[in-house]
Every structure is written in structure tokens, then in C-alpha cells.
């Protein structure tokens, strides 16, 4: 007990020493919300000036991501974008495509530029069934915009036709593969 009654003693001693030099200040002006892009691994959003000269070109729009730049810069590069897709992690690319819809952050643009990706990727006839894959998902989260609008609805009806088209043509390779399997297992050797 008597060490309980020494440290009440001191405590005077110890509120002073605790006591703060100077009162707390405010920090400096600290550059809360930055703008960040929609991806999985946010980056920073570095506006760049460019010169007057370029007016004509579009602005960057606040979190738009480099796949996003891709699908915008509609420069026919479907190889390129397949190839990007494909080395996504899967959650950042079904991420990407739910962020295309204007409800979702997106753009109209956006839509009809993925929209017109797809027409391009079924007009390679390859990689059906990643191409499916993503076409899948796309209309799993945009279907509400793509029904609302009648421009995307007939680009909808022309993917449809493709899709037709590359399915039969599909069939139709897989058939010849069973019908010469069939035959090369019934030849007497």
C-alpha cells in the first residue's frame, strides 16, 4: 500500500512532465482523394498538359483503366486485346468488364466498343470458346443497358449471327475430326 500512496505523491511530478510542450497543430493541407483507376491494383492518375495543339483529342476520363484505353482507342488491334484479357487475373477482368455499363462507371462507348471487339474476335474464328467466355460474362452484367438501348440491340443481333455462323462452322469442323477418328479406328492396319 505504501507503494500506491508514493505514486499518488508523485502524481503532480508526472502530469507535468506529460504535460504537452505545445498545443497540437493541424497538418498541412494533406491531398486526400486522390483519383485512382478502376482496377484491381488502383494507380494514381497523373494528369498529363498536353499541348494546345491537341485539342481534338478525348481527355482522359477519371479511372479509366489501360483496358479500358484500349477498347476506347478502336485501332483494330483485337490481337492485342485478346492477348491482354488472357493475361488478366480473373477477378481484375471480370471486374473490367461489370465497370463497362454507364451505371457501373462506364460508358456508352465502352459498351459499344466491347461490343465491337467481339464482333472482331468471332470474325477471327479463334479462341471460340475464350471469346464465349468473356461474351458471357459481359452479358451477365450489362444486359439491363444493352435491352434499354436500340443501337447496341441490333449490334446485339449482329454478334448473335456471328455467333451462329462460328458455332455451325465449329460443329461442323467437329464432325469431320469424329467422322476420320471413326475411320482410322475401324482401318485394319
Not at 479509366?64 to 484500349?70: A, I, K, P, T, V
Not at 458471357?136 to 443497358?145: G, M, P, S
Not at 462452322?169 to 482410322?184: A, G, P
Request: glycine share 4%; charged share 25%.
Amino acid at each position: 500500500s505504501s507503494g500506491i500512496n508514493a505514486e499518488y505523491g508523485n502524481l503532480d511530478v508526472i502530469k507535468k512532465r506529460n504535460k504537452p510542450k505545445a498545443p497540437p497543430t493541424a497538418p498541412k493541407a494533406a491531398p486526400f482523394f486522390l483519383q485512382t483507376t478502376k482496377e484491381l491494383v488502383p494507380k494514381f492518375v497523373v494528369e498529363e498538359k498536353a499541348p494546345e495543339e491537341k485539342e481534338s483529342s478525348k481527355p482522359l476520363r477519371v479511372g479509366e483503366s489501360d483496358f479500358q484505353r484500349m477498347l476506347l482507342a478502336n485501332t483494330g488491334n483485337t490481337q492485342e486485346i485478346l492477348r491482354y484479357m488472357d493475361s488478366m487475373p480473373t477477378p481484375m477482368l471480370d471486374l473490367e468488364l461489370q465497370s463497362l455499363s454507364p451505371s457501373d462507371g462506364g460508358s456508352h462507348e465502352l459498351v459499344e466498343g466491347f461490343l465491337n471487339f467481339l464482333g472482331a474476335a468471332h470474325a477471327l474464328r479463334t479462341s471460340f470458346d475464350l471469346v464465349q467466355a468473356y461474351t458471357n460474362v459481359f452479358l451477365k452484367y450489362n444486359r439491363q443497358y444493352l435491352m434499354e438501348t436500340a443501337s447496341l440491340r441490333k449490334k446485339l443481333a449482329e454478334l448473335r449471327n456471328l455467333h451462329k455462323d462460328q458455332w455451325a462452322d465449329l460443329q461442323r469442323r467437329i464432325q469431320e475430326v469424329v467422322c476420320v477418328t471413326n475411320f482410322l479406328k475401324n482401318v485394319a492396319l
